[in-house]
Protein backbone atom coordinates (compact mmCIF):
# COMPACT_ATOMS: atom_id res chain seq x y z
CA UNK A 1 0.00 0.00 0.00
CA UNK A 2 1.40 3.48 -1.16
CA UNK A 3 1.27 6.01 1.63
CA UNK A 4 -1.12 8.82 0.44
CA UNK A 5 -1.52 12.55 -0.67
CA UNK A 6 -3.54 13.80 1.82
CA UNK A 7 -4.11 17.53 1.64
CA UNK A 8 -5.91 18.74 5.07
CA UNK A 9 -6.80 22.73 4.75
CA UNK A 10 -6.96 25.28 7.20
CA UNK A 11 -8.52 28.20 7.74
CA UNK A 12 -7.37 32.37 7.51
CA UNK A 13 -6.08 31.64 11.38
CA UNK A 14 -4.48 28.36 10.85
CA UNK A 15 -6.75 26.01 12.29
CA UNK A 16 -7.84 22.94 10.52
CA UNK A 17 -11.10 22.98 8.24
CA UNK A 18 -12.49 19.73 9.10
CA UNK A 19 -11.19 19.00 5.31
CA UNK A 20 -8.92 17.22 3.36
CA UNK A 21 -8.55 16.11 -0.29
CA UNK A 22 -7.20 12.82 -0.95
CA UNK A 23 -5.59 11.84 -4.73
CA UNK A 24 -6.15 8.12 -5.12
CA UNK A 25 -4.73 5.49 -7.69
CA UNK A 26 -7.46 4.37 -9.73
CA UNK A 27 -11.74 4.64 -9.65
CA UNK A 28 -12.09 1.52 -7.37
CA UNK A 29 -10.03 3.19 -5.00
CA UNK A 30 -12.78 6.23 -5.24
CA UNK A 31 -15.48 3.36 -4.87
CA UNK A 32 -13.75 1.86 -1.57
CA UNK A 33 -13.46 4.74 -0.67
CA UNK A 34 -17.11 6.15 -1.06
CA UNK A 35 -18.40 3.06 0.96
CA UNK A 36 -16.62 4.72 4.22
CA UNK A 37 -19.73 7.98 3.06
CA UNK A 38 -20.85 8.95 7.15
CA UNK A 39 -18.38 6.28 9.18
CA UNK A 40 -16.75 7.78 12.11
CA UNK A 41 -13.49 9.26 12.59
CA UNK A 42 -13.65 9.48 17.02
CA UNK A 43 -16.87 11.60 17.54
CA UNK A 44 -17.33 12.63 14.28
CA UNK A 45 -19.05 10.76 10.86
CA UNK A 46 -17.19 12.18 7.83
CA UNK A 47 -18.78 12.50 4.23
CA UNK A 48 -16.86 11.01 1.51
CA UNK A 49 -17.57 12.89 -2.32
CA UNK A 50 -15.96 11.96 -5.38
CA UNK A 51 -14.21 15.36 -6.61
CA UNK A 52 -12.74 16.15 -9.66
CA UNK A 53 -8.95 17.54 -10.48
CA UNK A 54 -10.11 21.33 -11.28
CA UNK A 55 -11.93 21.08 -7.74
CA UNK A 56 -8.94 19.42 -6.20
CA UNK A 57 -6.64 22.56 -7.29
CA UNK A 58 -9.00 25.11 -6.16
CA UNK A 59 -9.32 23.94 -2.82
CA UNK A 60 -6.18 23.01 -2.15
CA UNK A 61 -3.96 25.23 -4.85
CA UNK A 62 -2.31 22.50 -5.43
CA UNK A 63 -0.42 23.79 -8.45
CA UNK A 64 2.24 21.96 -8.71
CA UNK A 65 -0.44 18.65 -9.77
CA UNK A 66 -1.17 20.62 -13.34
CA UNK A 67 2.67 20.93 -13.86
CA UNK A 68 2.95 17.26 -13.32
CA UNK A 69 -0.24 16.19 -15.63
CA UNK A 70 0.85 18.36 -18.34
CA UNK A 71 4.60 17.17 -18.31
CA UNK A 72 4.17 13.56 -17.64
CA UNK A 73 4.53 10.92 -20.43
CA UNK A 74 3.05 7.34 -20.84
CA UNK A 75 6.37 5.06 -20.08
CA UNK A 76 7.14 1.67 -18.62
CA UNK A 77 10.13 2.96 -17.64
CA UNK A 78 10.12 2.10 -14.07
CA UNK A 79 12.07 5.27 -12.95
CA UNK A 80 8.18 7.24 -14.20
CA UNK A 81 5.87 4.97 -12.31
CA UNK A 82 6.42 7.01 -9.76
CA UNK A 83 5.54 10.49 -11.60
CA UNK A 84 2.42 8.53 -13.51
CA UNK A 85 0.97 7.82 -10.30
CA UNK A 86 1.19 11.25 -9.21
CA UNK A 87 -1.13 11.93 -12.33
CA UNK A 88 -4.30 10.43 -11.53
CA UNK A 89 -7.39 11.85 -12.25
CA UNK A 90 -9.09 10.37 -9.01
CA UNK A 91 -9.83 12.71 -5.90
CA UNK A 92 -12.09 12.68 -3.11
CA UNK A 93 -12.72 15.15 -0.30
CA UNK A 94 -13.60 14.38 3.29
CA UNK A 95 -15.69 16.87 5.14
CA UNK A 96 -17.00 16.79 8.86
CA UNK A 97 -13.18 15.99 10.17
CA UNK A 98 -12.76 16.54 13.37
CA UNK A 99 -10.20 19.41 13.75
CA UNK A 100 -7.40 17.09 15.49
CA UNK A 101 -7.97 14.46 13.06
CA UNK A 102 -3.98 13.63 12.01
CA UNK A 103 -2.59 12.34 8.05
CA UNK A 104 -2.08 8.66 10.22
CA UNK A 105 -5.73 8.98 10.53
CA UNK A 106 -7.17 9.60 7.87
CA UNK A 107 -5.00 6.87 6.26
CA UNK A 108 -6.56 4.00 8.68
CA UNK A 109 -9.61 5.56 7.62
CA UNK A 110 -8.83 4.75 3.99
CA UNK A 111 -6.83 1.58 4.71
CA UNK A 112 -8.12 -0.54 1.72
CA UNK A 113 -7.39 2.54 -0.78
CA UNK A 114 -4.52 3.04 -2.67
CA UNK A 115 -3.24 6.45 -1.82
CA UNK A 116 -0.95 8.34 -4.12
CA UNK A 117 2.23 10.54 -2.77
CA UNK A 118 3.00 12.28 0.53
CA UNK A 119 0.84 13.73 3.30
CA UNK A 120 0.20 17.62 3.39
CA UNK A 121 -0.96 20.12 5.82
CA UNK A 122 -1.63 23.45 3.18
CA UNK A 123 -2.85 26.53 4.36
CA UNK A 124 -3.63 28.15 0.93
CA UNK A 125 -3.91 31.61 -0.33
CA UNK A 126 -7.36 31.83 0.90
CA UNK A 127 -7.32 30.55 4.27
CA UNK A 128 -8.56 27.32 3.14
Known sequence: RTLSKVVITTNERG??????F??????ADVDKARKHNREY?????VVVEKID????????QDSEILKKK???TVSTDKRNSVEQKMVTNYYIKLSGL??????KEIAEFLVDCEIVGNVVIINNETGR
Open 22 to 27: VQLECE
Open 53 to 60: LSQYVRET
Open 70 to 72: TTA
Open 41 to 45: IGKRF
Open 98 to 103: PWKATE
Open 15 to 20: KPSGDA
